[in-house]
């Protein structure tokens, strides 16, 4: 199992940045790629962005495509989700997960269900 803490929420003017990081232990975190979803109030949890194991591999919605970044340190089992531009419409809680399975090479394609051992996540709040 791997235990994952998000860190880095808070409250945001619309157009303004933040940069949201997860700490893993336990499992070998360098192994597995990790994923980035957020959940608005009333809604389902969706996809955001999500790294392959070596961090060769990214993919991202389209909601948020250019706007952020997915990256990763396994020297520190830390994943990072750099939020530029933001928006009302991003206002979630964002949570981390890891894939259920290692060495996940192509991350595009992948959904909520590829991944488990999810964070306790970290309020995102834009104001406009």
């Known amino acids: 199992q791997v235990q994952l803490v998000e860190s880095g929420g808070g409250l945001v003017q619309a157009g303004g940045s933040l940069r949201l990081s997860c700490a893993a232990s336990g499992r070998t975190f360098s192994r597995y790629a990790m994923g980035w979803f957020r959940q608005a109030p009333g809604k389902e949890r969706e996809f955001v962005a999500a790294i392959n194991w070596s961090g060769g591999s990214t993919t991202y919605a389209d909601s948020v495509k250019g706007r952020f970044t997915i990256s990763r340190d396994n020297a520190k089992n830390t994943v990072y989700l750099q939020m530029n531009s933001l928006k009302p419409e991003d206002t979630a809680v964002y949570y981390c997960?890891?894939?259920?399975?290692?060495?996940?090479?192509?991350?595009?394609?992948?959904?909520?269900?590829?991944?488990?051992?999810w964070g306790q996540g970290t309020q995102v709040t834009v104001s406009s």
């Open positions: 997960a890891a894939d259920l399975r290692p060495w996940r090479t192509v991350v595009t394609g992948t959904t909520l269900a590829d991944f488990g051992s």
